[in-house]
Nanobody, 127 residues
Framework: QVQLVESGGGLVQAGGSLRLSCAAS????????MGWFRQAPGKEREFVAA????????YYADSVKGRFTISRHNAKNTVYLQMNSLKPEDTAVYYC????????????????????WGQGTQVTVSS
């Protein structure tokens, strides 16, 4: 059974940092593009960041560029999201996701087809 489990969320003051982790089990995801999304109350889920399975290419939403960093540790089958300079508008449930295609090497992250999803972790940034 494939599972993605996020952790690392919590309550932090504006300007603070958090590191989210997404641990995968049931399958090796080192060959899959991975992404982070978030959903704030009353809003649609939105893209945050993605990382290609090969080459280390990373992609970010404009709202988090320069503040968030996505990375992966293939040996641990884990993807991370380092979040710095957090703002109240970053408050949301954060989800990690994996593309359904192994070895898909496209560089257009908007064409990634996320199939596997975690249950989410809450991030709350107080002002």
């Amino acid at each position: 059974q494939v599972q993605l489990v996020e952790s690392g969320g919590g309550l932090v003051q504006a300007g603070g940092s958090l590191r989210l982790s997404c641990a995968a089990s049931g399958r090796t995801f080192s060959n899959y593009a991975m992404g982070w999304f978030r959903q704030a109350p009353g809003k649609e889920r939105e893209f945050v960041a993605a990382i290609r399975w090969i080459g280390g290419n990373t992609y970010y939403a404009d709202s988090v560029k320069g503040r968030f960093t996505i990375s992966r540790h293939n040996a641990k089958n884990t993807v991370y999201l380092q979040m710095n300079s957090l703002k109240p508008e970053d408050t949301a449930v954060y989800y990690c996701a994996a593309d359904k295609r192994a070895y898909y090497s496209g560089t257009d992250y908007q064409k990634y087809e996320y199939y596997y999803w975690g249950q989410g972790t809450q991030v709350t940034v107080s002002s």
